[in-house]
């Protein structure tokens, strides 16, 4: 069973910035694809952005492009969050998910097989 575990959460301030990380371990089968969702208290998860496993383009909300960025790590199998410029309303514990087949809906917590446990970021005002 892939296992992803987040980790790099923490509190900042408004306008500060926080790298998240994604660690993927197990990796008994090939990845597609693999995405950041966030989820703050009383509202939805929602997707954060995403970077496929191969290739060089990645996918971002609108809400934070211009602010955050996805990149890995190939050799040590890990994907990162950058997040500058933060706002009081990016707080949400975050989630990293990786997707075995991708169907081409980049943005849905659907397309994804496996989840991390999340880590939490908050950002005061």
């Known amino acids: 069973q892939v296992q992803l575990v987040e980790s790099g959460g923490g509190l900042v301030q408004t306008g500060g910035s926080l790298r998240v990380s994604c660690s993927i371990s197990?990796?008994?089968?090939?990845?597609?694809?693999v995405g950041w969702f966030r989820q703050a208290p009383g509202k939805a998860r929602e997707f954060v952005g995403a970077?496929?496993?191969?290739?060089?383009?990645?996918y971002l909300a609108d809400s934070v492009k211009g602010r955050f960025s996805v990149s890995r790590d190939f050799d040590d199998n890990t994907v990162f969050l950058q997040m500058n410029a933060l706002k009081p309303e990016d707080t949400a514990v975050y989630y990293c998910a990786a997707d075995r087949l991708y169907y081409g809906r980049y943005f849905d917590e659907m397309e994804y097989d496996y989840w991390g446990q999340g880590t939490q970021v908050t950002v005061s005002s």
């Open positions: 197990r990796l008994t089968v090939s990845l597609d694809l």
């Open positions: 970077i496929p496993w191969r290739g060089d383009i990645t």
